[in-house]
Nanobody, 124 residues
Framework: QVELVESGGGLVQAGGSLRLSCVAS????????MAWFRQAPGKEREIVAT????????YYADSVKDRFTIFRSNLPTTLYLHMNNLEPEDTAVYYC?????????????????WGQGTQVTVSS
């Protein structure tokens, strides 16, 4: 079993930056692919970024490419999302997710563990 706990959300003005963190507990969590998803009010949950188990392969949604950076560290396994040049359209609840696969997938059904979510609000 893996528990994911996010932190770092908040209110920021457009153009600002935030860093989200997600600490994973569980003895095998360092071998899991991980990802950030987000869900805005009235919209479906969408992929933001993924990273493989060893942190060398990443994927970004087009909407966040060149603005967001996903990275991870191990011992303990911690997933990060550094968000620059935030836009009001980035306002959402952000979720950390982990997959028992070492290579990440893009669909939320491919992930086995989820954090509770952290709110990010970007004001214009």
């Amino acid at each position: 079993q893996v528990e994911l706990v996010e932190s770092g959300g908040g209110l920021v003005q457009a153009g600002g930056s935030l860093r989200l963190s997600c600490v994973a507990s569980g003895s095998t969590s360092s071998t899991y692919a991980m990802a950030w998803f987000r869900q805005a009010p009235g919209k479906e949950r969408e992929i933001v970024a993924t990273i493989n188990s060893i942190g060398v392969s990443t994927y970004y949604a087009d909407s966040v490419k060149d603005r967001f950076t996903i990275f991870r560290s191990n011992l303990p396994t911690t997933l990060y999302l550094h968000m620059n040049n935030l836009e009001p359209e980035d306002t959402a609840v952000y979720y950390c997710a982990a997959s028992r696969r070492t290579t990440p997938r893009l669909g939320d059904r491919e992930y086995d563990y989820w954090g509770q979510g952290t709110q990010v609000t970007v004001s214009s």
